[in-house]
């Protein structure tokens, strides 16, 4: 009886949360007039943008390096 219950519980608690799950997902739609993805700045030699409170200097974040190049992700 008490195995029986301890089922029935776990049972009820997954039910519970993918039916909270589910109206969660429903209420919070997706916005389709919303854009893909952010405007990307161009910071290939460092640019400058003028915000409202100043301006933003970005300057390149990926540098070309000399190791070898990966060819697994294996790791043990």
Do not use: E
Not at 17 to 44: C, E, I, M, R, Y
Request: glycine fraction near 6%; aromatic fraction near 4%; charged fraction near 5%.
């Amino acid at each position: 009886m008490r195995l029986f219950l301890i089922k029935a519980v776990a049972t009820a608690l997954t039910i519970g949360a993918t039916a909270a799950s589910a109206v969660f997902v429903t209420t919070h739609l997706k916005n389709p007039a919303a854009p893909l993805q952010p405007a990307v700045l161009n910071a290939g030699s460092g640019s400058t943008t003028a915000t409202l409170d100043g301006t933003l200097t970005m300057g390149p974040s990926v540098h070309p390096s000399n190791a070898a190049p990966m060819t697994s992700t294996y790791a043990s």
